[in-house]
C-alpha cells in the first residue's frame, strides 16, 4: 500500500470513528449546546468528535500536526490535519440531517487526502491526489465525476445565506451569479461541494468559509475532475472563500463575480 493510499485508509477510519459519535448524539435529548465567543454554536458531540480523531492520530500519525475546528492548531510546512467535526451544527442540533464530518490531509500547503462522512445521509465521499474521488451511499461505492455542463446559463447553482454574501463580499455580485445560471438552491455547507464532485449540480460559492469548512474539497472536486478556487480565483483552501464547479464554468463564474462586486 502506498503512503497515501494508507493516509486515506486512516481518514477513512477516522470518519468511523466519529460517525459513532455523532450518529448516538444526533436528536439526542440530552445534547449540550452552547455558544463560542463568535456566537456560532458548539454541541457536545462537537468537541467529542474532534478529541476523539485528535486521539487516533496522536498514536497513528504523532508526528503530525492538527488544526481543527474546536480545538485549534495551525497548519505550517509538512504534514497536517484539517478536521471540521461537524460541518452544519446548526442543522445537527436542530435535528437537521444535513451535517457532515470534514477529514482533510494537508502537505505542505496542499489538501491530498479528503473525507467527507454525512451518515445522517447514509453517504460518504472521498478523494486522494492521483487516486481518483469516490462516494457510497446505500447502493454501494462508486466512482464520481463532475458534470459537462458549459455554459452558465445552463448551470445548477448552488449558494449560501445572502446575508454572509452581504456582509462578507456583495449583494451584487451574489444576484449576478444567481442571473446568470439556470437554477439555484442553497444545499448549504459540505453537501454543495460534494455535489459539484458528483456532477449533480454544476457551481457551489460561498462568500466566507475557514480552512477546515472546504480543506477536502479540494481534493475531492479537483480528483473528480472539476475546479476548486476562492473567489479571486486562487486555488487555495485557506482563501477565506470558496468557488467549485466542474471547471468548465469556473472562469465564467468568477468573471461574473468580478463584474458583480
Avoid at 52 to 71: F, N, S, T, W
Avoid at 93 to 113: F, K, N, S, Y
Avoid at 168 to 188: I, K, M, P, Q, T
Wanted: some cysteine.
Amino acid at each position: 500500500m502506498s503512503a497515501l493510499r494508507a493516509d486515506l485508509a486512516l481518514a477513512l477510519r477516522l470518519a468511523d470513528e466519529a460517525d459513532l459519535i455523532t450518529t448516538s448524539r444526533f436528536r439526542a435529548r440530552d445534547l449540550v449546546v452552547e455558544r463560542k465567543p463568535d456566537r456560532t454554536p458548539v454541541t457536545d458531540a462537537d468537541v467529542a468528535v474532534e478529541d476523539a480523531i485528535r486521539a487516533v492520530l496522536a498514536v497513528e500519525a504523532p508526528d503530525d500536526q492538527v488544526a481543527g475546528e474546536e480545538r485549534g492548531g495551525a497548519v505550517g510546512a509538512g504534514r497536517a490535519w484539517v478536521v471540521d467535526p461537524i460541518d452544519g451544527t446548526k442543522n445537527f442540533l436542530r435535528g437537521v440531517p444535513v451535517w457532515a464530518t470534514l477529514i482533510a490531509l494537508v502537505e505542505d500547503g496542499t489538501p491530498v487526502v479528503g473525507v467527507v462522512s454525512a451518515p445522517a445521509l447514509g453517504r460518504r465521499w472521498w478523494a486522494s491526489t492521483g487516486g481518483g474521488a469516490f462516494s457510497s451511499d446505500a447502493s454501494g461505492e462508486r466512482r464520481i465525476a463532475v458534470s459537462g455542463v458549459r455554459d452558465l446559463s445552463d448551470a445548477y447553482l448552488s449558494t449560501t445565506h445572502l446575508g454572509s454574501w452581504v456582509e462578507h463580499h456583495s449583494r451584487e455580485a451574489y444576484l449576478a451569479l444567481v442571473d446568470a445560471c439556470w437554477e439555484n438552491r442553497a444545499f448549504g455547507d459540505f453537501w454543495q461541494h460534494c455535489l459539484v464532485a458528483e456532477g449533480a449540480i454544476d457551481v457551489a460559492a460561498e462568500a466566507v468559509v475557514n480552512p477546515w469548512d472546504v480543506a477536502p474539497f479540494q481534493v475531492l472536486v479537483t480528483e473528480a475532475g472539476g475546479r476548486f478556487s476562492d473567489l479571486t480565483g486562487a486555488g487555495r483552501y485557506d482563501g477565506g472563500s470558496v468557488l467549485t464547479s466542474n471547471g468548465h464554468l469556473h472562469e465564467a463564474a468568477l468573471a461574473v463575480l468580478a463584474g458583480g462586486r
